[in-house]
Structures are given as structure tokens and as C-alpha cells.
């Protein structure tokens, strides 16, 4: 039903709209404590992030945010703490505690002036993913008006119980890289990017008969990255979230990525299932989630696709390997290769960025152990994309 | 076939010798025997004349044979003999012929001949049509003069050209300071002490006509009023704007559609209510989106009456146009400060529009093509002078302009827009006539061949007027409005729906209006409308379709009221308004009401039990009296202080949590927690005229206390709800301003320049502080803005050309800016606070827009005009709204503009 913004758009390409940027002058600053936590029943370390809120410009504050002691209990009496790791979390011991569906589970955060509590929340089973797919398709991944090439993947799942009605996705994507030079003058040529999902994923099947989600989109993978020249693999990870956690995430999709259009909410403050126990006023943003959680992989190979020269920028000059080694070009260079054609005298290609001769400056040399486990899941070997 | 021309603007004017001095004017062509309407058109292109006629005074006249050369005069004399018609000439070759009655100019003394003016019967009954001129008429028996008492004078005012009454003419007689309104069929009634007065006939977008009498007795008057927009060639009319001075109410306003016209309009359309965005007082959120605010009211607080009923969406094409076609309105009340008694159920304001009789005189048409929609008007006498009927209808063919651009989004999206009106109007005798009215808009708006979006208005009315004895009249209406809509998706077959929503009135009005001697003239009625909300069906689409069906439980009300109001003339220059409207409204079962824990914010975890109510139960009433009173007192003849207070009531909210209305915002009937909004105005004006250029000064101010508004919780789902309470925040504002306008609205060019400083800020009231907005501190409302300057300017240039600009100057509204960002999820995420603490930049704009009429020759089959109108001439990117999307730890602003550049367009029109 959030058509209506695209409507927005759509009336505002066939008027004569425009959408401009600009530097907002903004003055004043918020406190508030940013607490983000989610036990799972993976036997798992679970983390609780805490921080503060961060002026829009300026310096980052102090990371100091007055939390001494944090736990989480459940609906039996017991009590699991958890415990300060160096990096400003606080981290739960997985051979201690690890959440059940079923059980109800609330966090306790205890500070040098206030108390904070979520309320007991239940962790609702989760079904497994049935199936992850991915298929070439046309899609307006940039903005609207402007369709781009790439992978769609998308999944189809379903709880014949009908518990999960509330559903969250998120993913890791991992993907193969390989320079298109060999030389021995290269430190790591094969090497493995990793990111996450950057956006919130989330379903409600409420208005269906039974909880079955179908071709609910994961990721976009467009041509115009790197992402498919050889191999990919994503990792999806699907949650059973509460209710009250379906709308908090709706909410701040709507308020963070929706907003501006003729159609769109006034943005406001929205917080989470946290609260100051001893101070309703003091603002406490974030969420404290309680889920199932499963998992399944996919791999995309062989795509037949033309992609753009991402490593266009390495290859800056091509100089003899006399002119090189008179210093002609400083040390701040490398060699990505040597090409030599006799009688032509030898020539370097050079590059200024170190990341050329060196791919495990932007990703990792350490094949994932699961890489060619893909017998273990389900490869996926897509067909020439007909179009490019 | 009409000469197009206001004889009769002529005859009032002294500048016209009397007859007899005419030159020689040989009739030197063989005319004997030809027909009046050749032998006229013949000595246009051989003398130095023109012909002013009507074709049916000179039905089948033949030219008598006076010999060889007669003088012209003679010819015209020989051919009207024994007839009733009658000519003047003046010293311009204008010969005016007139039926019926002759013309007399001033000065000069009635033809021996008996072609003056019939002797008046002075029994009452007849009536004779007056259009003005320096003559005096007498009224009633003059045998009477000199008796005390009132009497009574009454009249059709009827548009000249084409014989239909003109409802809302103002008639005042200036000596007594009293005036009155025509009705709907264009008739008066004034009681007055018997006299010798001048009577004024004014509205908007016509002459005014003024009428010097000797009162004798209760007596017949008849006016015909002229158009505007054809002023006549070196005369000299002051038009006097008594109106503003003399109405009761304060922030009162009067559009006619002659005006509206001739304003600039976006992509050719000319829209009824943009228009009124013009008006001081009146913003709107951002251009293009639907809905206005009116001195400081939210856009649910106007009452839109088409046909008496209320029309629900008054847009099409998501908020660009207006759903009511121009072309079948007469003119727009809009009702921003005083409010009658007789209108109630909303807060802020009412625009009234005055729908156009069909003409019962000639078949007559109009069709026009624009940018973006064609329209075509049919006026139908079906029974001359007795039955008429008007039938409009508009389409647009946006769909294949989608179609042309390039841009596969658009390419597989629809969107389209109908509207249909007719109206027919049957006078069977002088004391009745009966309304029937039809009214039905449609939109279609698709995306991606996915989700469609349907909406419609549907309207039907049907109405009584009769005439009593002692000009008291009475009326009876019966009307219904529906408003549906309907979101459906096939994207995917397993969660295909279909999703739709209803809100049906259905009304009934009585009302009288009894003039009651010298000081006193009531107004009363009831007035009774049941509403009944749809809320939501959720329906599968298909048969693979997962969707189960849901349906929120239908809700009905009964709103009644009944209202008496005073209109006194207390003294020459006093005169006051004394209203009272009691309305009850009540919510009727079924219907299962949740209660909740007391002292706890109200949540599906606070709910203590569930009372139901059975079919029929009136479950919740509320009810309250709403006064209105208003007083102005005529400091001199030129000036004027009113006064005025107002309390009104609203039962029915328009729910939306978003900046702009949008079509699929849900209607709600107050119940059991949703009070209904209460406010009252007072305002005060003060209104100069300035005789040097016959310019209108006012200036209002007002303060308004509004209560029980509602926002929402963020993010509410406000859809298929069941217990909406629980996201609704109940919200006090408040709005105070200063109005300033000068106008000046007669003559070859006209102006209005209005000026507003207005504010309105709100504040949410909330139990529980976790609930309120902004901690329960007053935040801007976001169409507060409180610098608003606009200027209309119309010059009509010659008779057949018209050029106007309009400028709009306001202060940006309220938005709220990020106050900083935290990390949640591995995403940065934007913190939102203090709502509505910043502003968008101002916004400006100007359009114009310059019509051409196709040559005033009478002989020819159209009558075509081309309108072209430039939109936001100077290009200028107004900001409607700044944006925040995070990227990674730093946050981009965005702005985003509706109209970005200037739009011209071209339409094209033609009467036949």
C-alpha cells in the first residue's frame, strides 16, 4: 500500500518535479541512549550494542553511556547476564544461555542513574526458508525511471503452523573477485568481498489464510557491480519477530527511508520496546528483538553477463622499466605487470592504488571455508542473461 | 441568434443624445420586402449604423416599400408601426431596438407617439423588466403615496442575455441600508417603507445595476442584468461593490465563475477551487496536493456542498484538479469567518457552489479541449421557460500521453478521470420549481499494471423551492453522497486483493425564510443526514489467492440540527445576525466498543473488556448548541465594522497521518472515543470603499480555539483498523491572523491585492507523556505559514482580448529536520524530534494566462475563445518538501518540488 509514493513519483516525472540536495542548517542536539539487542535460538553469542544518539554533524561524543550492568530474563526466573566486551558491547556466554521458542525473554539494563526494561517478549518458532531463488530481471535498482540488469533473489516460505506471521530478512552476501592481470609482481590477485543488507526486510502475513510468503524479494544484484563476474553466494537469514517488533521496523522504514513525498507521514521520534523505568522521559531509541531464526544459502555462478571494466583505474600509465627504475615515477606506484615485445623495450603498467596488486586491501585472500561446499546447498547456475 | 451586447448598459447612460438628430441615411438599396435581420445587415455595411436587436423581436418583419431612397428613419419607423417595438438612436449609428418598451434617455421627454415606456399597472401583478437607467420607475398604485406601512417589492433578476434567474444577486436599497438575496431562481423580496429609493442590483462577474423607484405600493420589479465582459465602447461604468460592506459576516466570499475564467490556469484546466488558494486565509500545504486550510483548520474542516450535498473528494488525478467541473457552476460562497446557521458539520469553512441552472431559453453549447481533459456543455431548454436542463462532462486522455513518454513505468500505468453533472430544473408556475441533480466524478489511477486505484463521488439531489404568501419562502431537499474507493493488486496471484472503502450520506433538509416586517427576517430549518462508513473489506482477487477476507464492521450515525436565525435591521446603519444551530449526533449499533485500563496508555495489552452494542442502539450522542452572531454597523455610506462570533461542530474526521490528504485517507464518525471537534471564531473586520478608482479596502483579524483534533501515533495503520483509539492523539490548536485586502473590481482592469499575517500551532494532549507530541509543547501546524501575499491582476484589453497575471508570495511551511542518527541493525538510521521547528523556503509564483474570444460578429455558428496560460512563469522550484535519506553515518537532505519549471498550455473552447 505504499504505492502511493511511488505514485508520488510517478506524477512527478510527468510533471515537470525535480528533487535537489542541499546542506540543512541544523542546530541543536538530541540525548538519547541507542540500545540494540536480539537473542535467537541459535546457540550463539548474543550481543547488545550501546551507544548514544549522534548529532547530525560534529564530532562523535564520548562513548561513554553510563550502563554498568546488563541481562536478560525469562519468563521462568532466570536470570542471564551478560558481559562488557572491550568494544562497547555487552556479550552473552553461549555455553550459559541460549534462547527457546516459546519462552518469553526481556532485557534489564541497569546505569549510574536509570534503569532500563524492555517488556517480556516471546520467541515465536520460525519455518525454514523452502526456497531461494534468483532470476535475471529488469529492475528500477538506482531510482525510478531508470531500470537496470541484475539478479533478483527472492525466496518462498511458509509456516504450516501459522505461529510465524511476523517475518524479518537480512543477509550476508559474499562474492569472488579475481583482477584480470597475472603477474608475479601482484601480492593477492583472488580475493573475497563480504557485505550485508542494508535495508529492512520485513512481512506480515496476517491478512492471508495461511502464513505463506511467496517471491518476497531479498536482493538486488545488478550487473553494474562486481558481484557476479565469478561466483556469488548469499546467505539469508530469516527471523520470526513479535509484533510490536514488525511495527517498530515498519515504522522507521517509513520514517528513515520513506520519507518526503506528498503522501508520506510527518517524520517524528519513534522508540522502541525499551523504557526508562524510573524516568518516562528519558528517550531510549532502538529494540531489544526476540526471534527464531533460519538460514539457507545460494550460490550464483557462470553468468554470462558483460560487466564494466571495474579495475579500468588500476592501469593509470605504462612507462618502460627504464624510466621506472630510474625513479622516474616515485615510490608511490605499483607494478600490476611487465610486457615486453622485442625489439620494443620492456614496459611497466603501473597503478597508484596499492589495492590493485593487493585485492585483500579491499576484501579478504582467506577462501570462506564453505566456499566449495556447494554440494552441500543448492547451486544455482543461472542461463546467459539474453539481454546484454 | 442574440446580438451579443448590453443594449441596455447603453440606455442608462446620459452620454447618448436623444433621437431626431440623426444625419441623412438614404436607403439606397432595393429593401423592399427583404426581412428585417437582411435589410439591417445590409445598412450596417452601406450606413454608418449598427444594429442592436434581439432576433425574435423581428420575427418575420418584412420591409415595407416607402419609394425610392427613403431616410432610414422613415423606413424604420414605416416597419415598426403597430408593432411593440421601439428603436433609439444615438450620434453614434448605434440604433438599439428594443421590444416591449422603448428607451427613454435621460433628458428627454416621451415621444408624443406612445412609444415610451407602457403606463405601469399599478395593479401589482404585471411586472415590467428594468436594466437600469436614469428614469424612475413607480411601484405599485400612486393613488397610495402618502399612506404609511411596508410593502412589498419583489422580482426575478435574470441574466439578460440568456433569461435565466440569477441566484445570490444582492439587491439593496441604499437609503434604507437593506438588502436581500435573490434565491435560487434568481428571485428577491424586499419589505420596505413606502418611498422614493434607489435599488441596487449587484453580483459579482455582472453589472451593477441600480434602480431609481417611487415606492407607492406592494409592486413587481423585474431587472435584467448584463455580463461583464463586454464593456461597451466608451462608456464609463462605476460599479459600485456595496456588497462587502453591507453583508453581515465577516470572511465572506463571493466567486463567480466569469472571474474564475479569466485566472491562470495549471495545464489548461480551468479548477474551481485552486482558485480559491488566492482568497487571504485560505493555504494549502504544497501545490498539486488535495485539500486547503482554512484560517488555520485543518483540510478536513471544510464543507465542499455540491447540490446541497456534501461532496467527499473534490479531486481528481491525486489532488491536480478539481472533481467539479467550471463549467457548470454559477459561482463559489465561500465561508471562511461568519458562518450561517444553516451550515454546520465542519469547522473551518464552507464553500458553497452554486450550481448553474440549464438556460430555458436556447439551446446553447460549449466544448473545449485543454492539455489534459476535454469537457463539453449542453444546455437544453427541454420545455421553453419551464423546464431546462444542463448536462456536462468531462474526460481526460492522460493515458496516452503516458504512452508517449519514455519511461516503462509510465508506459505500463493508467490514469484516468470522468466527471459527469446534469441538472435539470423545472418551473412549472412563478411560486415553484424543482431541482433534480446528478452529479458523478471517477478516477482510475494505476501502476505497473499492478496495483489499481479506483475512486468516485456519486451525487444525486432533488429539490423543492416554493414561495409563500408574504415573500416567505420554503424549501424541502433530499440528497444523497457516496464516496468510494477501491485498491486492488494482481501482482502476484496468491496475494491478489481487492481492498475497498465507503462512506454514504444520505440528507434532508427543510428550511423557511420568512421577511417579517421591517426589522426582522428568520431563517430556520432542520436538518437531518445519515452517515454510514464501510471501513474496510478485504476481499482475495482470484481463485490461487491467499488473502482472506476481512471485513471491519460497517459504522453508522445520525447527525441532525436544527437551526433559526434572526437577520435584523436595526437601524439605517445598524444591523446584526442572530444564529443558533443544535445539532445531535449519534452513533448507532452495532458496534463493539473496548475499554481500557484507566491511567494507561490504551494498547491491545490494556484492554479490560469488550461492551456490544446491538443493531440500531444509539450507543454515544453528543450534542451541543452553536451560536452565531454577527453585527455590522455603516459608520458612513463608504465604511463599515463588523463583528462576529461563531461556534461550530464537526462529527466527521478525515483520518490521515500524512503531510498532504490523500484519496485513500478514511473517513471516521465520531464514537464512543472520538469526541467530536468543537471551535470557536471571532473575528472582526473593518471594510473601506474608496471612491477615487472605486477601491475595496478590508481588514479582518480572527482568533480561533479549535479542540479536539486528532493525530496519530507514529506509524498507525489506520486501515482495516478495529480499534483506532489506540493511535489516535487527541490535539488542541489554536489560529489568529490578520487579513488585509484591496480590490478593485470594476473596470477594464481589475485587481486584488490580499495580504495575510496568520498563525495556527497545535499541541497534543495526552495523559501519558510517551504519547505526546513533541512533549506537549504548541509545535506549527505544516500549513502554517505566516507571511501570504497574492495579487490577481486582469486587464481586459479590448472587448475580445483579456490578459491576467496572478503572484503568490508565502512563507515556507513547517518541517521537521533529523536531530541526529544512531546505529541500529548495521544501519545508520535517523533520529526525528521537535516537529515541524523548521522551514522549507518561501515560495513564490506566477502565472498568466491571456484569453481570445474569436470575432463579436453575431453571424456565425461558434463563438470559440483560446485561453493560454503559463504556470509558474518564472520557473522557479518551489520546495514542497525537504527529505532525509541516511547514507552510511552522514545523512543526505533532499528537496523535492512539485513544479519545477513553467508550464504553459493552450486550451481551446467554443460556445454554440
Known amino acids: ?388 | 441568434m442574440i446580438r451579443r451586447l448590453l443594449i441596455l448598459m447603453l440606455i442608462m447612460l446620459p452620454a447618448f443624445s436623444a433621437t431626431g438628430q440623426q444625419q441623412s441615411m438614404p436607403v439606397t438599396w432595393d429593401y423592399a420586402g427583404t426581412s428585417f435581420i437582411d435589410f439591417a445587415s445590409h445598412a450596417e455595411t452601406s450606413l454608418p449604423v449598427r444594429f442592436y436587436f434581439r432576433s425574435e423581436w423581428v420575427v418575420g418583419l418584412k420591409m415595407p416599400d416607402l419609394g425610392e431612397a427613403p431616410q432610414l428613419k422613415e423606413v424604420l419607423d414605416a416597419a415598426f408601426a403597430g408593432r411593440n417595438i421601439h428603436y433609439h438612436s444615438d450620434d453614434r449609428g448605434n440604433i438599439i431596438i428594443t421590444g416591449e418598451y422603448s428607451v427613454r434617455p435621460f433628458g428627454s421627454v416621451a415621444t408624443p407617439e406612445g412609444r415610451s415606456l407602457p403606463q405601469t399597472d399599478y395593479s401589482g401583478q404585471e411586472s415590467l423588466t428594468v436594466t437600469g437607467d436614469n428614469q424612475v420607475y413607480d411601484i405599485g398604485n400612486p393613488s397610495e403615496a402618502g399612506r404609511s406601512g411596508i410593502i412589498t417589492v419583489s422580482g426575478y433578476v435574470r441574466d439578460i442575455s440568456s433569461g435565466e434567474g440569477l441566484p445570490g444577486v444582492t439587491v439593496f436599497v441604499s437609503e434604507l441600508a437593506q438588502g436581500a438575496a435573490t434565491d435560487g431562481n434568481g428571485f428577491y423580496m424586499v419589505n420596505i417603507p413606502r418611498g422614493s429609493y434607489t435599488v441596487h442590483f449587484s453580483f459579482l462577474g455582472m453589472k451593477e445595476t441600480s434602480v431609481s423607484t417611487r415606492v407607492y405600493g406592494s409592486g413587481r420589479l423585474d431587472i435584467g442584468m448584463a455580463e461583464t465582459y463586454i464593456p461597451i465602447e466608451g462608456a464609463v461604468v462605476t460599479a459600485r461593490k456595496n456588497d462587502a460592506l453591507r453583508r453581515l459576516e465577516t470572511g465572506l466570499e463571493k466567486i463567480s465563475i466569469a472571474t474564475l475564467r479569466l485566472m491562470p490556469a495549471s495545464l489548461g484546466e480551468t479548477d474551481v477551487l485552486k482558485n480559491i488558494l488566492l482568497v487571504p486565509g485560505v493555504k494549502t500545504v504544497g501545490e498539486a496536493s488535495q485539500g486547503f486550510n482554512v484560517r488555520g483548520g485543518a483540510s478536513d474542516q471544510n464543507l465542499i456542498l455540491l447540490y446541497g450535498a456534501p461532496l467527499f473528494n473534490p479531486s481528481h488525478f491525486f489532488g491536480f484538479f478539481t472533481s467539479v467541473n467550471a463549467d457548470i457552476i454559477e459561482d463559489l460562497h465561500l465561508y471562511k469567518g461568519g458562518m450561517p446557521a444553516r451550515y454546520g458539520g465542519r469547522l473551518s469553512s464552507v464553500i458553497d457552489i452554486i450550481p448553474r441552472n440549464g438556460s430555458t431559453g436556447e439551446f446553447s453549447g460549449k466544448a473545449g479541449i485543454s492539455p489534459i481533459a476535454t469537457h463539453v456543455v449542453l444546455d437544453i431548454p427541454v420545455v421553453s421557460e419551464k423546464l431546462s436542463a444542463l448536462v456536462a462532462a468531462r474526460t481526460t486522455y492522460s493515458n496516452w500521453i503516458m504512452d508517449l513518454v519514455d519511461y516503462p513505468l509510465l508506459n505500463k500505468s493508467r490514469a484516468s478521470f470522468q466527471d459527469i453533472n446534469t441538472r435539470l430544473v423545472w418551473t412549472p408556475d412563478k411560486k415553484n420549481s424543482i431541482e433534480l441533480s446528478g452529479y458523478y466524478s471517477f478516477d482510475a489511477f494505476s501502476l505497473n499494471n499492478d496495483t489499481t486505484y479506483r475512486y468516485a463521488n456519486t451525487i444525486g439531489s432533488l429539490k423543492w423551492n416554493r414561495s409563500l404568501a408574504g415573500g416567505a419562502k420554503l424549501s424541502l431537499s433530499a440528497s444523497a453522497s457516496l464516496y468510494d474507493y477501491n485498491i486492488g493488486s494482481n501482482d502476484i496471484a496468491e496475494k491478489a486483493f481487492d481492498l475497498s472503502y465507503g462512506i454514504h450520506y444520505t440528507g434532508f433538509r427543510a428550511e423557511t425564510d420568512i421577511p417579517a416586517g421591517e426589522v426582522h427576517h428568520l431563517n430556520g430549518g432542520i436538518e437531518s443526514a445519515l452517515y454510514d462508513v464501510m471501513p474496510g473489506r478485504l476481499m482475495p482477487a482470484g481463485e490461487s489467492s491467499l488473502v482472506s477476507p476481512k471485513e471491519t464492521g460497517i459504522q453508522r450515525a445520525l447527525e441532525n440540527a436544527l437551526y433559526v436565525e434572526d437577520r435584523l435591521t436595526l437601524s439605517e446603519s445598524l444591523s446584526a445576525s442572530m444564529g443558533i444551530r443544535y445539532s445531535f449526533f449519534s452513533a448507532i449499533g452495532p458496534a463493539s466498543v473496548r475499554l481500557y485500563e484507566e491511567g494507561l496508555p490504551m494498547s491491545n495489552a490494556t484492554v479490560t473488556d469488550t461492551i456490544l452494542y446491538r443493531q440500531g442502539k444509539f450507543y454515544r450522542t453528543y450534542s451541543g448548541p452553536e451560536v452565531r452572531l454577527s453585527l455590522n454597523y455603516m459608520i458612513t455610506g463608504r465604511s463599515s465594522v463588523k463583528v462576529n462570533y461563531n461556534r461550530t461542530r464537526q462529527y466527521l474526521h478525515l483520518l490521515s497521518n500524512t503531510v498532504s490528504i490523500s484519496p485513500t485517507d478514511i473517513w471516521k464518525l465520531s464514537d464512543w472515543y472520538l469526541k467530536p471537534q468543537v471551535a470557536d471564531q471571532f473575528s472582526a473586520g473593518y471594510y473601506l470603499n474608496i471612491p477615487w478608482n472605486n477601491i475595496d479596502l478590508s481588514a479582518e483579524v480572527y482568533y480561533k480555539p479549535m479542540r479536539n483534533m486528532i493525530d496519530f501515533k507514529g506509524g498507525a495503520v489506520l486501515m482495516m483498523n478495529e480499534s483506532i483509539e489506540k493511535e489516535i492523539i487527541s490535539v488542541t490548536g489554536r489560529a489568529w491572523g490578520a487579513e488585509l485586502m484591496a480590490r478593485k473590481a470594476a473596470g477594464n482592469i481589475t485587481w486584488s491585492l490580499g495580504y495575510t499575517y496568520s498563525r495556527v500551532m497545535l499541541r497534543s494532549i495526552s495523559p501519558h507523556e510517551s504519547e505526546a507530541i513533541n512533549s506537549g509543547r504548541w509545535f506549527p501546524a505544516s500549513f502554517d505559514r505566516p507571511h501570504d501575499l497574492s495579487l490577481s491582476f486582469n486587464y481586459t484589453v479590448t472587448r475580445r482580448f483579456n490578459f491576467s497575471f496572478n503572484y503568490v508570495y508565502t512563507t515556507g511551511r513547517p518541517v521537521t529536520y533529523p536531530v541526529g542518527t544512531y546505529q541500529s541493525g548495521g544501519l545508520w538510521l535517523i533520529h526525528y524530534s521537535d516537529r515541524n521547528k523548521y522551514r522549507v523556503p518561501d515560495y513564490s509564483r506566477l502565472d498568466i494566462s491571456a484569453r481570445l474570444l474569436g470575432n463579436l460578429k453575431s453571424k456565425k455558428l461558434m463563438n470559440p475563445a483560446w485561453t493560454f496560460s503559463c504556470y509558474n512563469l518564472l520557473g522557479r522550484a518551489n520546495v514542497y518538501s525537504e527529505y532525509f535519506i541516511p547514507d552510511g553515518r552522514n545523512i543526505r537532505a533532499y528537496r523535492l518540488s512539485v513544479f519545477a519549471r513553467a508550464i504553459p498550455s493552450l486550451s481551446y473552447s467554443f460556445d454554440f
Open chain 1, 1 to 388: 500500500m505504499n504505492r502511493l509514493y511511488y505514485i508520488l513519483l510517478t506524477a512527478t516525472i510527468l510533471l515537470p518535479g525535480c528533487v535537489t540536495q542541499f546542506v540543512p542548517d541544523i542546530t541543536g542536539e538530541e540525548k538519547a541512549l541507542v540500545v540494540e539487542a536480539r537473542v535467537t535460538d541459535r546457540n550463539e553469542t548474543y550481543v547488545v550494542r550501546i551507544s548514544n544518539l549522534q548529532p547530525v554533524y560534529g564530532e562523535y561524543p564520548e562513548p561513554y553511556v553510563g550502563i554498568s550492568s546488563v541481562s536478560v530474563l525469562d519468563d521462568a526466573g532466570n536470570e542471564y547476564p551478560f558481559t562488557y566486551h572491550y568494544d562497547g558491547t555487552f556479550r552473552s556466554d553461549s555455553t550459559v544461555f541460549t534462547a527457546l521458542p516459546g519462552r518469553k525473554y526481556k532485557l534489564r539494563l541497569e546505569g549510574t542513574e536509570h534503569v532500563y526494561e524492555s517488556d517480556f517478549i516471546e520467541m515465536k518458532p520460525v519455518p525454514c526458508i523452502d526456497s531461494l531463488y534468483a532470476g535475471p530481471e529488469e529492475n528500477e535498482f538506482y531510482r525510478p525511471g531508470q531500470t537496470t540488469w541484475g539478479y533478483q533473489v527472492s525466496l518462498d516460505t511458509h509456516d504450516p503452523s501459522g505461529e510465524c506471521r511476523f517475518y524479518m530478512w537480512t543477509y550476508s552476501e559474499t562474492w569472488e573477485f579475481r583482477y584480470p592481470y597475472r603477474s608475479p609482481y601482484m601480492i593477492n590477485r583472488i580475493c573475497w568481498k563480504s557485505a550485508r543488507s542494508a535495508d529492512i526486510n520485513i512481512l506480515n502475513t496476517t491478512s492471508l489464510d495461511e502464513s505463506r510468503v511467496i517471491k518476497q524479494p531479498v536482493a538486488f544484484i545488478t550487473n553494474e557491480t562486481d558481484r557476479l563476474i565469478v561466483k556469488y553466494s548469499i546467505l539469508v537469514r530469516q527471523y520470526s519477530i513479535s509484533e510490536e517488533e514488525f511495527i517498530y521496523r515498519e515504522n522507521i522504514r517509513k520514517t528513515v527511508f520513506e520519507s518526503g513525498g506528498l503522501y508520506d507521514a510527518i517524520p517524528g521520534s519513534i522508540t522502541g520496546n525499551i523504557k526508562c523505568i524510573d524516568d518516562p522521559s528519558q528517550e531510549v531509541l532502538g529494540f531489544f528483538g526476540v526471534s527464531a531464526v533460519s538460514e539457507k544459502r545460494l550460490f550464483i555462478e557462470n553468468v554470462q553477463a558483460q560487466f564494466p571494466d571495474f579495475y579500468a583505474y588500476c592501469r593509470i600509465d605504462t612507462v618502460t622499466v627504464t624510466a621506472y627504475q630510474n625513479g622516474h615515477y616515485g615510490p608511490d606506484v605499483y607494478i600490476l605487470l611487465e610486457w615486453w615485445e622485442p625489439p620494443a623495450p620492456p614496459y611497466y603498467i603501473l597503478s597508484i592504488h596499492k589495492e590493485c596488486t593487493d585485492c585483500s586491501m579491499i576484501g579478504t585472500a582467506v577462501k570462506p571455508d564453505y566456499w566449495d561446499e556447494s554440494g552441500q546447498f543448492k547451486t544455482v547456475q543461472i542461463p546467459r542473461d539474453e539481454e546484454e
